[in-house]
Structures are given as structure tokens and as C-alpha cells.
């Protein structure tokens, strides 16, 4: 089978494997299986007329340019620090909840309701104070 893409349509579909692999590269699940299409897919680079893919002898890779994998890690970066905030609030919420579940009778309607709230709140307060507010206290 034979599959055509325009310029375009390549330039996406590097970028989704680029930030698939990044993700998969991180555990040794499919790691492998997804090097070898990373490496496949970025040896056509050069085909569609994309900078910042390299063919590194020495290490028998294609390999990308400081530049290229700063512009893909913005993205990345910017996933990343979404998720971190999403799971700083899950977890605040829960810790929150499970102190007030001490004193409070919840049935599964409201403790998911209850738990919710929660979760608006420190997504509120993360989303207008930042970080900077956090600490441990011990």
C-alpha cells in the first residue's frame, strides 16, 4: 500500500509522531515498535522539503536540530504544564474531600458533586494566583 500526503498533510503527521514519541519514549511500552516509525517517518523529511531533520552517520539516525525540537517542545512544554495543574487540583480536591469526608456523611451523588466543586476551586485558585502561593507545610 501506498499513501500520498502533500507538504502539509507530512508536516502534521511528523508532529503528531514526534509528540506521540515523545510520550512513548518515556516508558519501554512499544518503545521500540515507535522508534522505528519515528525514525521512518523523519527519513522523509528531506523529501518534503523540511529543516531541521538530519541524517547523523555516526550514530545511524535521523536526528533533529536544536531549533526543530525546541518549536515541538513548546507544545509539549505547554501539555505538560496543563496536565500538571489538572492533577494539582485532582489531588488537592481529593485530599480536601477525604478530611471533610471525616466529619460528613456523603452518598455518591454528592460526594462526586462535593468533589467536583473542589476541583473548580483549585483550578480557580491556580488559575488566578499561579503557583506561587503553594508551600508544604510540616
Do not use: P
Not at 19 to 27: I, K, L, Q
Not at 43 to 48: G, L, M, P, Q, V
Not at 74 to 85: S, T
Amino acid at each position: 500500500m501506498k499513501i500520498n500526503f502533500t507538504k502539509k498533510q507530512y508536516e502534521t503527521l511528523f508532529k503528531m509522531v514526534q509528540y506521540g514519541y515523545w510520550v512513548a519514549s518515556d516508558t519501554e511500552v512499544n518503545k521500540e515498535e515507535f522508534s522505528e516509525m519515528e525514525q521512518y517517518l523523519n527519513s522523509f523529511a528531506k523529501d518534503f522539503g523540511m529543516e531541521g531533520v538530519q541524517f547523523v552517520k555516526e550514530y545511524g539516525i535521523f536526528d533533529l536540530s536544536r531549533e526543530l525540537e525546541d518549536q515541538l517542545h513548546e507544545v509539549i512544554d505547554e501539555y505538560e504544564e496543563g496536565v500538571f495543574r489538572d492533577k494539582l487540583a485532582y489531588h488537592m480536591a481529593r485530599k480536601e474531600f477525604a478530611e471533610e469526608s471525616e466529619n460528613h456523611e456523603y452518598n455518591q451523588e454528592e460526594a462526586f458533586k462535593r468533589i467536583m466543586e473542589l476541583e473548580e476551586k483549585y483550578h480557580l485558585h491556580i488559575e488566578e494566583h499561579g503557583l506561587g502561593n503553594l508551600k508544604i507545610v510540616e
